[in-house]
T-cell receptor
Framework: DTGVSQDPRHKITKRGQNVTFRCDPI?????LYWYRQTLGQGPEFLTYFQNEAQLEKSRLLSDRFSAERPKGSFSTLEIQRTEQGDSAMYLCASSSLDRDTGELFFGEGSRLTVL | GQNIDQPTEMTATEGAIVQINCTYQTSGFNGLFWYQQHAGEAPTFLSY????GLEEKGRFSSFLSRSKGYSYLLLKELQMKDSASYLC??????????FGTGTRLQVFP
């Protein structure tokens, strides 16, 4: 396994459209995280899963955002009725509970531009 | 609330030593991480501290004082490729990582 992969890498959409991002974590990792990052800022937590269970969702996250991890492997992040403020890099990361440090391994991200 | 502070930008000269500070106030503490992020790329893991003291890994070292809510990342023998953003992150009372805004380091010849 070569790492966390995300698709698409770039997405340009018009305001009001729905978009969906996919994340494939490192295969033996049971935790999967979604973060959002804008220019000059650190990653902002959105939500995370342990296996297929969504354990936490940021209070800042609008109802337009939904994430799933139906079989405990890949995950999708959907944004409905996109707004210009949703333009950002969406980062996925995975980790293993079996590692002492539990560091997150990040994917290359999906860059969203809302026109 | 959760708050992680680090300087926005730093500059240094090739071959020098630079120290990037991070202070945090979080609800609970289960470890502090440093990540490196080159422009347009994903963050990559550098170091992890959960107990007080210094952790050394090659040219990079990280220090933690839990009583002071303070950490630093020390980079020695700076190289041009070290120009990047350095992110301080805390695992607080849940297992997510909370990130600071990052410190953009520019290394000049």
């Amino acid at each position: 396994d070569t790492g966390v992969s995300q698709d698409p890498r770039h997405k340009i959409t018009k305001r009001g459209q729905n978009v969906t991002f996919r994340c494939d974590p490192i295969s033996e990792h049971n935790r999967l995280y979604w973060y959002r990052q804008t220019l000059g800022q650190g990653p902002e937590f959105l939500t995370y899963f342990q296996n297929e269970a969504q354990l936490e969702k940021s209070r800042l996250l609008s109802d337009r955002f939904s994430a799933e991890r139906p079989k405990g492997s890949f995950s999708t992040l959907e944004i409905q009725r996109t707004e210009q403020g949703d333009s950002a890099m969406y980062l996925c990361a995975s980790s293993s509970l079996d590692r002492d440090t539990g560091e997150l391994f990040f994917g290359e991200g999906s860059r969203l531009t809302v026109l | 609330g959760q708050n992680i502070d680090q300087p926005t930008e730093m500059t240094a000269t090739e071959g020098a030593i630079v120290q990037i500070n991070c202070t945090y106030q979080t609800s609970g503490f289960n470890g502090l991480f440093w990540y490196q992020q080159h422009a347009g790329e994903a963050p990559t893991f550098l170091s992890y501290n959960v107990l007080d003291g210094l952790e050394e890994k090659g040219r990079f070292s990280s220090f933690l004082s839990r009583s002071k809510g303070y950490s630093y990342l020390l980079l020695k023998e700076l190289q041009m490729k070290d120009s990047a953003s350095y992110l301080c992150a805390v695992r607080a009372d849940t297992d997510k990582l909370i990130f600071g805004t990052g410190t953009r380091l520019q290394v000049f010849p």
